[in-house]
């Protein structure tokens, strides 16, 4: 059964940094890709980055390009989310999801949230960010 767990969100003034960290265990890491999503009260989920833990790839969203990086550590299982220049707009609460990589690279090129083919959400975390 995939399991994953998000930790790292806060509460930091626009401008700061964050750096989400998504643990996944119950499967063989390389065999999915890692996304990480964000949904925001009355809002829909929606993709915001994902990374190949076999090769590497990653893609972002428009939303967060050029202020967000994803990588993995395969040792650890773990796959991190760093938020530089964070703006209030990015206050959300946070989710990963293990699923094949074409699958959310879709999501996060058209900003979509639709539920993997592993079936796992993580518990999610919350990142708020102040004017």
């Known amino acids: 059964e995939v399991r994953l767990v998000e930790s790292g969100g806060g509460l930091v003034q626009a401008g700061g940094s964050l750096r989400l960290s998504c643990v996944a265990s119950?499967?063989?890491?390389?065999?999915?890709?890692i996304g990480w999503f964000r949904q925001a009260p009355g809002t829909e989920r929606t993709g915001v980055a994902c990374?190949?833990?076999?090769?590497?790839?990653?893609f972002y969203s428009n939303s967060v390009k050029g202020r967000a990086t994803i990588s993995t550590d395969n040792a650890k299982n773990t796959v991190y989310l760093q938020m530089d220049g964070l703006k209030p707009e990015d206050t959300a609460k946070y989710y990963c999801?293990?699923?094949?990589?074409?699958?959310?690279?879709?999501?996060?090129?058209?900003?979509?949230?639709?539920?993997?083919?592993?079936?796992?959400w993580g518990q999610g975390t919350q990142v708020t960010v102040s004017s």
């Open positions: 119950g499967y063989n890491f390389e065999d999915y890709a």
């Open positions: 990374i190949s833990p076999s090769d590497g790839g990653t």
């Open positions: 999801a293990a699923d094949r990589l074409e699958s959310l690279r879709f999501d996060v090129i058209h900003g979509l949230g639709r539920s993997p083919h592993t079936g796992s």
